[in-house]
């Protein structure tokens, strides 16, 4: 199995400041095919399903802010958040869909400072 | 707009078979450009995938689980359905019906609460 390692578990940023997440998995999820990254960005609000914000580790989904960016490439990752707004408190989790079992992170939960 | 609906039972006794539909609406679990499944969180916890079936009805399972799962659609429901036999408390979890696409899991249902207790 790939596993998916989150850093930080979780983080406090003020409003207006940017936050980051990391992640990482323990072999790459490159397709050398399609030059594509099978790693999946997903915001989880309470109580509320994960939503996609970021595919292919960055190109992100239609209607999702552009303060949300993802970047990265083979086995290192990262999920920026450019200026926190109120509405990003929740939990991200970061998923492999390169092979089977896909796996998730532990995620990380983001908080206002 | 694709929605997905998951339903059955809240409560399951140990040992007994866990079962859930998902329906499906505004999209059709025989397109072949999709694979449908399941993921499943237990309270307060991550995230773990079951498994998924594509239009052929070629299944795919996490290993943990694989003895023990059994995928399946019916396209004249339009439905996905989830089997999970011998469960334990640690089967007790909010299961979502997912679509994956080459974007990853893009559509989620709301989720349904498992409950394992005698």
């Known amino acids: 199995d790939i596993v998916m390692t989150q850093s930080p578990d979780s983080l406090a940023v003020s409003l207006g400041e940017r936050a980051t997440i990391s992640c990482k998995s323990s072999?790459?999820?490159?397709?050398?095919?399609?030059?594509?990254?099978?790693l999946t960005w997903y915001q989880q609000k309470p109580g509320q399903p994960p939503k996609v914000l970021i595919y292919?580790?960055?190109t992100r989904k239609s209607g999702v802010p552009d303060r949300f960016s993802g970047s990265g490439s083979g086995t290192d990752f990262t999920l920026t958040i450019s200026s926190l707004q109120a509405e990003d408190v929740a939990v991200y989790y970061c998923q492999q869909y390169y092979s089977t079992p896909y796996t998730f992170g532990q995620g990380t939960k983001l908080e206002i400072k | 707009q694709l929605q997905l609906q998951e339903s059955g039972p809240g409560l399951v006794k140990p040992s007994e078979t866990l079962s859930l539909t998902c329906s499906v609406s505004g999209g059709s679990v025989s397109s072949s450009s999709y694979y449908w499944g399941w993921i499943r969180q237990p309270p307060g916890k991550g995230l773990q995938w079951i498994g998924s079936i594509n239009y052929s009805g070629s299944t795919y399972y996490n290993p943990s689980l694989k003895s023990r799962v059994t995928i399946s659609v019916d396209t004249s429901k339009n439905q996905l359905s989830l089997k999970l036999s011998s469960v334990t408390a640690a089967d007790t979890a909010v299961y979502y019906c997912v679509r994956r696409s080459a974007a990853g899991h893009d559509y989620w249902g709301q989720g349904t609460l498992v409950t394992v207790s005698s």
């Open positions: 072999q790459s999820v490159l397709y050398r095919s399609n030059n594509k990254n099978y």
């Open positions: 292919w580790a960055s």
